[in-house]
Structures are given as C-alpha cells and as structure tokens.
C-alpha cells in the first residue's frame, strides 16, 4: 500500500512563496507519473502541472514561469515551487502519482490535500 503526505501549504502574500511537498511511502518501485492539481472553492478541481516518465513538464498557462515541479529520487519526494503567488492561487492543492509498486502494480495516488491561501 502507497501512502502519500503533503506539506508546506498556508498563508502568504501576493507576490511570495510556497514549497509545496509530497512524500510517498510503501511499496514503491518507481514513479511514473508526478502532478498537481488544485481546487478553489465552488471550483472544479483543475491540473496545476504534470510531467510523465520523466518528460518535460506541462504546466497549465495561469502559472507558466511561476511554478515548478520537482523530485528528489531517493526520498520519493515530489515538490512544487511556487512563486510570485497571485491571490487567484488560492486553493487545496493535491499531489497525483502513477506508481509502479514492489509486486508490480500501477497504482493511481492521491494526496490528502494541502491548502494554500495568497491574502495581504
């Protein structure tokens, strides 16, 4: 079983920045596929980023040259680095990977959901 734990929401500025984290634990043999999505209140849920095996990532328009999607290998950690956050930022923002586990499974994870708030 895949377990994931984000970190790193909260209150900030407009113009600041956030380190959102997303640490995966379990059985893991590697991780196909790493994006963000995020959801605003009386919004539907909406992709922030993804990348796929490694390829370049895609980034929704709305924060093309403010965020980036990163991992580090070895703690199966994916993090999204934003910057210059407008207040229309504002929403829960959840960790998606594709997994490939021990016994050689795909598996779909979800995060639990980190909110972020851009207020002065």
């Known amino acids: 079983q895949v377990q994931l734990v984000e970190s790193g929401g909260g209150l900030v500025q407009p113009g600041g920045s956030l380190r959102l984290s997303c640490a995966a634990s379990?059985?893991?043999?590697?991780?196909?596929?790493m994006g963000w999505y995020r959801q605003a209140p009386g919004k539907e849920r909406e992709l922030v980023v993804m990348?796929?095996?490694?390829?370049?990532?895609y980034y929704a328009d709305s924060v093309k040259g403010r965020f980036t999607i990163s991992r580090e290998n070895t703690k199966n950690t994916v993090y999204l680095q934003m910057n210059s956050l407008k207040p229309e930022d504002t929403a829960v923002y959840y960790c998606?990977?594709?997994?490939?586990?021990?016994?050689?499974?795909?598996?779909?994870?979800w995060g639990q959901g980190t909110q972020v708030t851009v207020s002065s």
């Open positions: 998606n990977l594709y997994i490939i586990t021990g016994s050689g499974l795909k598996s779909e994870c």
């Open positions: 379990g059985s893991i043999f590697s991780i196909n596929t």
């Open positions: 990348t796929i095996s490694g390829g370049r990532p």
